[in-house]
């Protein structure tokens, strides 16, 4: 099977534009989450989705938004973008009905910078 | 509600030396732990996992963990380190959350392998 695959790799943007990251998560895995890393914060739990419905949600701003289409790939899009948005996003993805016991399966990331 | 602490944010270790990274947790219900690996640059990888039964479990890359209930402890070790452990190595938990899977990571250690 495929991985976890995030595209673009690498993305650079100006403060003030907007950006959309795309996720394929692992074929048959529904549940699709999205974190972002910074050296000063860490992991940080963005969203996650399954079956194209919101199911979780960290505490980020509005501007922070995503989505999830019937095929479970997943867009997650930042609008207004500010210097601090700079960072790994990450996407994880996880079959469906998972048990407890099932770890999460990252893609490479996406590494965001904004001048 | 869960959450996962880990001492010390670097690490440096002599090659062939002894790696000892801690995770303590806190779990309102049995919990089910995690150690993720990442490399520079890639995504979070499963390096291995504790769900019920031996409290010795042993991962990729000859690492293993010991789950320790009383201390609520789950600390990473590795007899000899080796060069291509340099990584950042995350512990994570997860429990029920409004019915579904809710993962909570630590913040990381940095593990540096000196020659």
């Known amino acids: 099977k495929a991985g976890v695959t995030q595209t673009p790799r690498y993305l650079i943007k100006t403060r003030g534009q907007q950006v959309t990251l795309s996720c394929s998560p692992i074929?048959?895995?529904?549940?699709v989450s999205w974190y972002q890393q910074t050296p000063g914060q860490g992991l940080q739990f963005l969203f996650e989705?399954?079956?194209?419905?919101?199911?979780n949600k960290g505490n980020f701003p509005g501007r922070f938004s995503g989505r999830q289409f019937s095929n479970s790939r997943s867009e997650m899009n930042v609008s207004t973008l500010e210097l601090g948005d700079s960072a790994l996003y990450l996407c994880?993805?996880?079959?469906?009905?998972?048990?407890?016991?099932?770890?999460?399966?990252f893609g490479n990331g996406t590494r965001l910078t904004v001048t | 509600a869960q959450s996962v602490t880990q001492l010390g944010s670097h690490v440096s270790v002599s090659e062939g030396a002894l790696v000892l990274l801690r995770c303590n947790y806190s779990?309102?219900?049995?919990?089910?732990l995690f150690w993720y690996v990442q490399y520079p640059n890639q995504g979070l990888q499963l390096l291995l996992k504790?769900?019920?039964?031996?409290?010795l479990v042993k991962g990729i890359n000859g690492f293993e963990a010991e789950f320790k209930k009383s201390e609520t402890s789950f600390h990473l070790t590795k007899p000899s380190a080796h060069m291509s452990d340099a990584a950042e190595y995350f512990c994570?938990?997860?429990?029920?959350?409004?019915?579904?899977?809710?993962?909570?990571f630590g913040t990381g250690t940095k593990l540096q392998v000196i020659p």
């Open positions: 989705y399954f079956s194209e419905t919101q199911r």
């Open positions: 779990s309102s219900v049995p919990p089910y």
């Open positions: 994880a993805s996880s079959p469906d009905g998972t048990p407890l016991d099932s770890p999460l399966h």
């Open positions: 994570a938990v997860t429990a029920l959350s409004g019915g579904y899977q809710k993962v909570t």
């Open positions: 074929s048959g895995h529904r549940s």
């Open positions: 504790y769900t019920t039964g031996a409290t």
